[in-house]
């Protein structure tokens, strides 16, 4: 009896437990084949269906070109990563924003790397050492005497492109700055943009090629770009040119000239009109557009209005 009563209870709790799976395979079914099974199915064959877009691939990521717009006391650059140099600084001057206050020293301001930068696209110091080009200030730190913060903000790297010393950089460009200082004194604002310049040049004879494969015939001249790198691992680029582009109102219009000097040892008898181009051959070597918002038609050549000269 205890063994038939035993054998009973088995069979009742096993019947339970099969009802019970039973019903849990049900509900499985119903999940697996119900309506967000299948809505989830149409949608990866949508998915699978539609055709690659190119903007795919930004679901990861915009790899760049990143462009740092760095705003400083005197004046505000756009800085260029990969060549770690500025791509344009520009400044307002006035008679009185260069009125020196007594407790600005240049003396007291030096060099240093620009920490708002990422170090992996960084100028660095040791670039610079022993590498025989200065620390060429794109804005002077003669522009920046209000306050020791300001001149000491012209003294970061990101503010620097190498320039060649004697002849360049300590001679005939300090003239092109202070004769820019100088306009302030005959316009109420003056407003500057510089930057480097990478051009190119005529290719040697013995390096030349033909660039018109299709007719060997016709020699088209050859050009290339060509400049040093600094740092042991190269790492911030030599420019071949600098510009410096200056803005001056004049009554209800504006004078403008625009002027791109090589970077080598230039003469100082040599005339700074000798170096005036006109502002769009800038802007092509540069791939720059400077004060689009007002009718350059209507600038006034700056050299008329006052006398251009170092």
Not at 17 to 43: I, K, R, S
Not at 53 to 80: C, H, M, T, W
Request: hydrophobic share 35%.
């Amino acid at each position: 009896m205890r063994h038939s009563k035993g054998s009973i209870l088995n069979v009742g709790h096993l019947l339970a437990f099969l009802t019970g799976m039973l019903t849990t395979l049900a509900m499985v079914g119903f999940v697996l084949h119900g309506p967000m099974v299948n809505q989830a199915m149409h949608q990866w064959s949508k998915r699978a269906d539609a055709a690659p877009s190119g903007e795919d691939i930004l679901q990861f990521g915009n790899p760049g070109p990143v462009v740092d717009l760095l705003k400083r006391k005197e004046y505000v650059a756009s800085y260029d990563r990969r060549l770690r140099l500025p791509h344009w600084v520009g400044e307002h001057l006035t008679a009185e924003s260069l009125t020196a206050h007594p407790d600005v020293d240049r003396s007291n301001s030096s060099f240093h790397e620009d920490d708002e930068l990422p170090q992996l696209f960084r100028a660095h110091l040791k670039d610079y050492s022993r590498s025989g080009y200065d620390r060429g200030h794109m804005a002077p730190a003669g522009d920046a005497v209000q306050t020791q913060e300001a001149m000491d903000e012209t003294f970061l790297l990101s503010n620097m492109a190498p320039q060649v010393g004697i002849g360049f950089n300590r001679h005939y460009w300090s003239y092109v700055e202070g004769f820019v200082r100088d306009l302030t004194q005959n316009f109420s604002d003056v407003y500057v943009y510089t930057g480097p310049l990478f051009l190119p040049q005529a290719m040697d004879d013995a390096t030349k090629y033909y660039l018109n494969q299709e007719d060997a015939g016709t020699k088209n001249p050859g050009y290339q770009i060509t400049y040093p790198m600094l740092g042991t691992v190269p790492n911030v680029a030599v420019p071949t040119h600098f510009y410096k582009i200056v803005l001056a109102p004049v009554g209800s219009d504006y004078a403008m000239a625009a002027f791109v000097l090589p970077n080598q040892k230039i003469d100082s008898k040599t005339a700074l009109t000798d170096f005036k181009v006109d502002l769009q051959s800038i802007e092509r070597a540069s791939g720059l557009l400077f004060f689009e918002k007002l009718d350059r038609s209507k600038f006034k050549d700056l050299c008329t209005q006052t006398t251009c000269k170092t």
